[in-house]
């Protein structure tokens, strides 16, 4: 089965400063990458995703990255504000065959203003 | 938006009993519904996938008689945690994957506690 790892396990920053979580995968098959930023005790949020045709996708502070030789791929949150303080958790899937999220271990974001 | 409403979002339980956890899919076709596990500070372990009208497919290591999983509907999938025990008090979220292709939506989550 798929086996997602995540680094770091936790990341300050300082306020205004980037963010960067990456994520290594290991079925070649996976086509579909998510990241979803979850608070404490709530459901995760899907934040950005990225399909394996595709190298890179940005929305405003966010962006993700995929480099499907390597099978990994990276979350960047630029320009961080006190608010995007939570888990963040990657995860991988294939999408033809049963669409099972794997998710990575989390990264928690402490943001210091 | 798709909606997934899931019941209860607290439930505390005494040793040996079982507890029900409802997900339902609000406004959309659910044809597959997924049932992760996180333990604090952990990630989303999946437990199983259930597909409406079948039976469900368990990851490794999940007790199938444990944790038994209905998908009676398009709608609505549940999760009973059988003969429970403290170190099954976990958070439990469902998710749904719709086939009007909204993508993936969570459930809000059940807490359990098991005494």
């Known amino acids: 089965g798929e086996n997602v790892e995540q680094h770091p396990s936790t990341l300050s920053v300082q306020e205004g400063d980037s963010a960067v979580i990456k994520c290594t995968y290991s079925?070649?098959?996976?086509?579909?990458f998510p990241w979803y930023k979850q608070e404490l005790g709530k459901r995760p949020q899907l934040i950005i995703d990225?399909?394996?045709?595709?190298g890179e996708k940005k929305d405003q502070r966010i962006a993700v990255t995929l480099n499907k030789t390597a099978k990994h791929f990276s979350l960047h949150i630029t320009e961080t504000q006190p608010e995007d303080s939570a888990v963040y958790f990657c995860?991988?899937?294939?999408?033809?065959?049963?669409?099972?999220?794997?998710f990575g271990t989390g990264t928690s974001l402490t943001v210091i203003p | 938006g798709a909606v997934v409403s899931q019941h209860p979002s607290r439930v505390i339980c005494k040793s040996g009993t079982s507890v029900k956890i409802e997900c339902r899919s609000l406004?959309?076709?659910?044809?597959?519904m997924f049932w992760y596990r996180q333990f604090p500070k952990q990630s989303l372990m999946l437990m199983a996938t259930?597909?409406?009208?079948?039976?469900?497919?368990?990851e490794q290591g999940v007790e199938k008689d444990k944790f038994l999983i209905n998908h009676a509907s398009l709608t609505l999938s549940t999760l009973t945690v059988t003969s429970a025990h403290p170190e099954d008090s976990s958070f439990y979220i469902c998710?749904?994957?719709?086939?009007?292709?909204?993508?993936?939506?969570f459930g809000s989550g059940t807490r359990l506690t098991v005494v």
């Open positions: 995860a991988a899937s294939n999408q033809d065959t049963g669409n099972q999220f794997y």
């Open positions: 406004d959309f076709q659910a044809t597959t």
């Open positions: 259930s597909n409406e009208g079948s039976k469900a497919t368990y």
């Open positions: 990225i399909r394996s045709n595709v």
């Open positions: 079925d070649s098959a996976s086509n579909y």
């Open positions: 998710s749904a994957n719709s086939i009007q292709n909204y993508g993936y939506t």
